[in-house]
């Protein structure tokens, strides 16, 4: 099992940035598919960004070229750096682990595809 834990929410202006943390333990995390998901008040839970085991990355289209996704294996911490922020980017933000998945594969989209989730962290972006 991986424990993971959020942190680096907080409340911005809209064109700010935040930098979110997610410390994982647990056995083989650096093969794993790792990312963050989102949700709004009264909405669905969304995929946002993925890492797999072999670095590769993968965005959903509203978010390609403002975040950037990375992970640091000797610290067993997720990333999810988010820059020129909006306020439909307001959202409980997620990290979650997929044990198995290949550490080649594509990342899913999909939160039923996840095992292991922080318990989220805040992000408030206001106009």
């Known amino acids: 099992q991986v424990q993971l834990v959020e942190s680096g929410g907080g409340s911005v202006q809209a064109g700010g940035s935040l930098r979110l943390s997610c410390a994982a333990s647990?056995?083989?995390?650096?093969?794993?598919?790792m990312g963050w998901f989102r949700q709004a008040a009264g909405k669905g839970r969304e995929g946002v960004a993925f890492?797999?085991?072999?670095?590769?990355?993968f965005y959903t289209d509203s978010v390609k070229g403002r975040f950037t996704i990375s992970k640091d294996n000797a610290k067993n911490t997720l990333y999810l750096q988010m820059n020129s922020l909006q306020p439909e980017d307001t959202a409980m933000y997620y990290c979650?682990?997929?044990?198995?998945?290949?550490?080649?594969?594509?990342?899913?989209?999909?939160?039923?595809?996840?095992?292991?989730w922080g318990q989220g962290t805040q992000v408030t972006v206001s106009s």
């Open positions: 979650a682990a997929d044990r198995l998945r290949s550490e080649y594969s594509w990342c899913s989209f999909l939160k039923d595809e996840y095992e292991d």
């Open positions: 647990g056995y083989g995390y650096s093969r794993l598919c």
């Open positions: 890492i797999n085991g072999v670095g590769s990355t």
